[in-house]
């Protein structure tokens, strides 16, 4: 477990799949990161990749061959080694080596740095293909935050705020047995209350949002999540017996599960991208704990 901190935030990491595991605010003395109980979800924070979210039949097609891949894929089971530490901020680097070729037939290096600014934590992503053709992929983020976060709190208090990008059209998905479909486009973005039933048909979708804010009614305290220019997020949480679980995900994504309708080829994916040999893809989003 890595450590970083400064004067508002005391931040710490895992190895494992380069993960958030806690994130304790000196200032109020509160810790926002979902516990990974395994009663209710077993991580905290994973880092989605080669794909986001699930594969029609857990399979895709490239190149005329067929490969099988789980849900979400398999960089959040790698152990990352450090690549660079300071006080403020760590560098995690897994290499892939040709290790994953049976289930993803690419060469690649990821990076996951996390950097401190105040009450903020910058999450950057690299990704570079090794390979001497085109590598298609999908990157996500899972962050989950613990509500409530105060004792004298309830699910009720709590609401999502999200903000568009600008001049852009906001398509909301729906989603069943694990797969997609448009839901129609969305005008106005208002203010989400959180109850048991939001998330009763799984996570809610949602393409071309810039932010999304989770916070309390009563006590203010909450979390800003932050991803211009990323083409989809999901919000989630578990739901179980009528009730949700005591967190909310906000999931910035380069990447989408598959559509009822898909062709099963990686090229043709909704959300796929690309990156040329020897490029790298970069992409940052921020979490900032109010």
Known sequence: MKVIENDWLKVEISNHGAEVRKVTHKKNGLDYMWTGDPAYWGRVSPVLFPIVGRLKDDRYELDGKCYELSQHGFLRDVEFIVEEQASTKVSFRFESEGRYLHVYPYHFKAIIKYTLKEDTVVVHWEIINENEEEMYFSIGAHPAFRIPLLENETLGDYRLQLIPAINKEVMEYEISN????????????????????????????YSNIDQVTLTSNKSNYGVEVRFEGFPFVGIWSKYTDGKIAPFVCIEPWYGIADTYNTTGKLKEKLGIQKIQPSETFQAEYTMKFI
């Open 178 to 205: 694990s797969l997609i479909q448009e839901k129609g486009i969305i005008n106005d973005i208002s203010t989400i209350s959180l109850t048991d039933s939001l998330f009763a048909n799984d996570a809610l979708i």
